[in-house]
């Protein structure tokens, strides 16, 4: 049974607004659906953390969120996709990767990651998704995320990232994370109180690790502030693919890659990036198709 949850709180009057998740089961499933190294699992687990936490921001029931990360290093690609009602899937280009710990023994996802960007696309069912894209800070997609707030929303922003494998098991023991939001109208003496709290708060995994539950998070980063919690929602890894949705993205071909494919091969098979479910074509299926778009 997945446990993961987000919670929805505000502090202060409403002028600051926090969101904060456990997302273990979902990064430990997304490590499984796509056989992910550690450090893909690590980076694409902060990344569908990020997009779970965006997604609670979002108003409208078919609204959506995608998160792409774009870098030099040996992830290459990274995407995770959210939409308002909990639901998270992802997928990263080169899910083997692998990298040496530095020095001190830590993973720096940065590295594996590289120079890049950071591209985020909120649909929101009007005519055009609207895109916005940054140059990565450090590629460690928590202070990425926090710089695209500023730059692009113009919002103080924090956000927290976090999943921590268990070095015996080789497998995600707990994930989690954060978004703090500061709105336009906070008293300084409260900012000064955040300020405190985030400074003195440490890994966030080392403590979701003793007790993994948002509220915890919460009440470290408002110590000290009036706050309310107003929602807690069950967060999900789920791809809601089906064969229809292939179908179109087979029809979107040109007739000629088409009827390529129904010569040359007895079966079509596509398998979704999100999820690895396969759906196969026969021959007669894609000749269907191809007479469709005449
Ligand atoms: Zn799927």
Redesign the pocket.
Known sequence: MPKDYLIRASACDHTIRIFACVSTDLVKEATEIHNLSPIAGIALGRLLTASALMGATLKGETDSLTLQVRGEGALKRLIAVSDSQGNV?GYVDNPMALIAPDEDGRIKIGKAIGKGTLTVTRDLGLKEPYASTIDLRTGEIGDDLTYYFAASEQTPTSVGLGVLYDRETVTVKVAGGFLLQLMPNVWEPYIITLEENLSVLGDITAILEKDPRPEVLIEKIFDGLDYEILEKREIQYH???DRERMERALMSLGKDDLTKLAEEQETTEIV??????KYTFSKDEIREMIKKKD
């Open positions: 899937k791809c809601p693919c979704c990036d999100f999820c690895q479910k």
